[in-house]
């Protein structure tokens, strides 16, 4: 129904920078959020930014100043540039999207990306 394609990760000494994207597509009328999250080896997974239809952002404390998450309205796309990466960054990072699926009942789901390893090399 709404498929999401990740890409952008990879591995990056500290200090780095790496920019993630995701593209969403399928039978979508309108997304509401669109967000990242990250999940370490044994750690729960994590809310690191997230971006509304009204471009509020919200980002977790500890990535606040090194990343920045935009999206492209038009192209269902939402990016995340990550500055200044630290080996604590090291983790899975999932994208995800609020996506408006029903045009008359206006539902709205989350669906998720694959998930793109980012490895920081200290």
């Known amino acids: 129904q709404v498929q999401l394609v990740e890409s952008g990760g990879g591995l990056v000494q500290a200090g780095g920078s790496l920019r993630l994207s995701c593209a969403a597509s399928?039978?979508?009328?309108?997304?509401?959020?669109m967000g990242w999250y990250r999940q370490a080896p044994g750690k729960q997974r994590e809310l690191v930014a997230a971006?509304?239809?009204?471009?509020?952002?919200n980002y977790l404390d500890s990535v606040k100043g090194r990343f920045t998450i935009s999206r492209d309205n038009a192209k269902n796309t939402v990016y995340r540039e990550m500055n200044s990466l630290k080996a604590e960054d090291t983790a899975v990072y999932y994208c995800?999207?609020?996506?408006?699926?029903?045009?008359?009942?206006?539902?709205?789901?989350?669906?998720w990306g694959q998930g793109t390893q980012v490895t920081v090399s200290s």
């Open positions: 995800n999207v609020r996506a408006v699926v029903d045009r008359l009942l206006r539902l709205a789901y989350d669906f």
């Open positions: 971006i509304t239809s009204g471009d509020m952002t």
């Open positions: 399928g039978t979508i009328f309108g997304i509401n959020a």
